[in-house]
């Protein structure tokens, strides 16, 4: 298959240079080209490592995680949703752009060659959308972890009180506090393989992330480089403004301004729940806690400081 793709689209960059065609100044056609490129390395690097990947993947307790944390339907519903703007309206807005473009420039061809050019930037995009659907659901692993904190910080700090103190006797309150040690425990350990396989799986998408950022960051130059000269040669040559050009080159622009966004937005989130975790078990009175749940709480809070400067932004 990579061969085959390799065959087939670098002959059409050939034909295009044979013929003059490149125009690097148009978003649309430099985007194509880039997606090409980036498909046909990620093609190579993931064969390369596949068995790696192979092995790695089947040791993830994926679905074991995803009930200890029992997820509500409505955060999954979101996860989904965000999943699926990404992977099915950016290339379907996308299409249009290119279905408009082609009206335009060639009429007479079938819409079939528009699905010829979407088909590499949805390959391209193959690894970054697994990968980003997977942040997508860590966080909300991570979110339903942190909610389980919480919980555990409302009913130990409560526990401690003075009139909670004279209700309860010691005897219930050191059963109860080592329950709650045991469900901390179990945490801990969901934390680190989150944690653990969440850094394993960035290792073979990295090349495919600098890669597609790079796309994108060439993708807003370019854009912001095309509605820019079309505004300049309207009042300073005194063409006519080409509106449709510019809608165009418009789509491109915000495409990949709207995937940097996502991508950060994620980051950022991701970030934020891991560091909240930390301020809950700052949080915990344990002044008046069992020793056992005292120890659970300082061996959470390590491995927590411990990965807090090894989680990569």
């Not at 703007?85 to 420039?105: G, N, S, W």
């Not at 469900?183 to 890669?211: C, F, N, W």
Request: some cysteine; hydrophobic content about 45%.
């Amino acid at each position: 298959w990579a061969i085959a793709f390799s065959l087939v689209y670098g002959r059409q960059i050939y034909k295009d240079y044979q013929e003059g065609q490149i125009n690097l100044k148009d978003a649309t056609t430099l985007y194509s080209y880039m997606n090409i490129t980036v498909a046909v390395i990620n093609y190579v690097s993931q064969m390369i490592i596949s068995d790696h990947v192979a092995k790695m993947m089947s040791k993830v307790p994926f679905f074991a995680t995803l009930k200890a944390f029992r997820l509500d339907s409505r955060s999954l519903y979101k996860s989904i949703v965000l999943a699926l703007v990404k992977t099915v309206a950016f290339p379907l807005t996308i299409e249009v752009a290119f279905i408009l473009q082609q009206r335009r420039q060639h009429p007479e061809m079938s819409l079939i060659w528009t699905v010829y050019r979407l088909f590499p930037l949805i390959i391209s995009n193959l690894l970054n959308n697994c990968y980003f659907g997977a942040m997508v659901v860590v966080k909300e692993m991570l979110y339903a972890l942190n909610r389980r904190l919480d919980a555990q910080l409302q009913e130990v700090n409560l526990l401690q009180r003075k009139d909670q103190l004279k209700l309860y006797t010691r005897y219930y309150r050191m059963q109860r506090f080592c329950a709650l040690a045991d469900e901390l425990d179990q945490l801990a350990y969901r934390y680190r393989l989150i944690y653990v396989h969440s850094g394993k799986y960035l290792t073979p998408m990295s090349l495919s992330m600098i890669l597609s950022l790079i796309c994108h960051l060439l993708g807003i130059t370019v854009g912001f480089y095309s509605l820019y000269y079309a505004i300049a040669d309207t009042f300073i040559m005194g063409k006519p403004y080409d509106g449709l050009g510019s809608l165009i080159n418009l789509v491109f622009l915000a495409i990949s301004l709207a995937e940097i966004t996502l991508l950060t937005h994620l980051c950022n989130h991701l970030l934020v729940a891991t560091r909240r975790s930390a301020v809950i078990l700052q949080e915990m009175n344990l002044q008046h806690a069992d020793s056992r749940y005292r120890q659970a709480v300082h061996d959470f809070t390590l491995l927590v400081t411990v990965t807090k400067y090894q989680i990569k932004p």
